[in-house]
């Protein structure tokens, strides 16, 4: 075997990342998706030196029962990143972790998803921690279009497609037709801000502090978009620390109090819905009556979302096929595929 070919058989394979707010998705080409993890970061201190101690499973185990040296670190928030050397790290850590050692030898072009409002500082941002990270090369590709590519919908061809991408801290809105965004809106709420909606009505309405975690185990669980047919539905056990005399203590909450906590968030993002229904232009409209609204992202698990924008908007929607990969997998699609090709941006 020549030096090149064995070069190339063990090179490193370009990879696609969906550097999400709540996940970090990792896509290897020609292996589809390898790696899914949290995007947490745990860092400890010592003597004044930080270090990396945990990355992705293993940090977000840690989130809110570190000690005083470590701190569980979320680098994006609100879908941009808010602290960007540890997403450096993150990134580095989740190449490596795909690609091995091979990638020092032979970098791979990365093809990363941001944000459609990301401004041109977010996007140098995420272009630089991934040049690095690593790369050879760095391509951008939007987040809704890579939602849309990913749910297989038909965004090179003259007909408007509405994807609606819920995800951990934005929510994507975007009219798509010819490889081009028609219209695009983000709304600064996702699955995050039901999470914070449950820690503050469990706090308002029973005295009672719950974390973040516990939230999202409860939205996740028994989450519903609206309240349950019987007006009450299952009720569930929840544990915290009492805010009147400081020790931990368990109460009930149903599910009708559960969708009451949750309504404020997903109004929010119904009402992002409507202001890009009225803001597409006619003839996108009418296919959008016939193709409906595709829900992607993981807040699109939330039970009976699909319907309560159905009834909202009137026109049909469907949640995508895997929500939660949706965005990955687009991007790379659209990495792999050469008719999506010219959807990518170099950086
Ligand atoms: N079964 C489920 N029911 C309800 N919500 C869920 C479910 N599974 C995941 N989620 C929520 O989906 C969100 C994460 O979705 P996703 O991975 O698509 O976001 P992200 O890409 O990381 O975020 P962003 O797009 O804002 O950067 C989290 O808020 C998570 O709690």
Request: glycine fraction near 10%; include cysteine; charge should be negative.
């Amino acid at each position: 075997m020549s030096l090149f070919s064995s070069l190339f058989k063990f090179g490193s394979q370009n990879i696609a990342i969906d550097l999400g707010t709540a996940n970090t998705l990792v896509y290897v080409e020609g292996q589809g998706v390898v790696l899914n993890e949290p995007s947490v970061v745990a860092i400890e201190t010592i003597n004044g030196v930080k270090k990396v101690k945990a990355v992705g499973d293993d940090a977000k185990m840690m989130m809110g029962k570190t000690p005083d040296s470590i701190e569980a670190i979320r680098p994006l928030r609100d879908g941009v990143i808010a602290d960007i050397e540890v997403a450096e790290q993150m990134i580095k850590y989740f190449i490596t972790k795909v690609n091995g050692k091979k990638s020092m030898f032979n970098p791979p072009e990365i093809t990363i998803c941001v944000p459609s409002g990301a401004t041109s500082v977010e996007r140098r941002a995420i272009r630089d921690a991934a040049s690095n990270a690593g790369a050879s090369q760095v391509y951008l590709i939007v987040e809704p279009m890579a939602a849309a590519i990913g749910a297989g919908m038909p965004v090179t061809e003259p007909i408007g497609s509405m994807v609606v991408d819920i995800g951990g801290g934005t929510t994507e809105v975007a009219v798509l037709s010819l490889r081009g965004l028609a219209y695009t809106t983000s709304v600064r709420t996702g699955g995050d801000k039901m999470d914070e909606a449950l820690v503050s009505y469990v706090r308002r309405h029973h005295n009672l502090l719950i974390g973040e975690t516990t939230a999202e185990r409860i939205k996740k669980d028994f989450g519903v978009a609206r309240p349950p047919a019987d007006g009450v539905g299952q009720t569930i056990q929840i544990k915290g620390r009492d805010l009147v005399n400081g020790v931990p203590k368990e109460i009930s909450i149903n599910q009708a109090q559960i969708a009451e906590a949750m309504a404020e968030p997903i109004s929010t993002i119904v009402e992002g819905v409507r202001i890009a229904l009225e803001n597409t232009a006619p003839e996108l409209a009418a296919d959008i009556v016939d193709q409906g609204i595709v829900l992607t992202g993981g807040g699109a698990m939330v039970e009976g979302l699909d319907a309560h924008m159905r009834d909202e908007t009137g026109l049909p929607v469907t949640v995508a096929e895997d929500p939660l990969s949706c965005v990955a997998i687009g991007t790379g699609r659209a990495m792999e595929e050469p008719v999506y090709r010219t959807i990518l941006q170099t950086a």
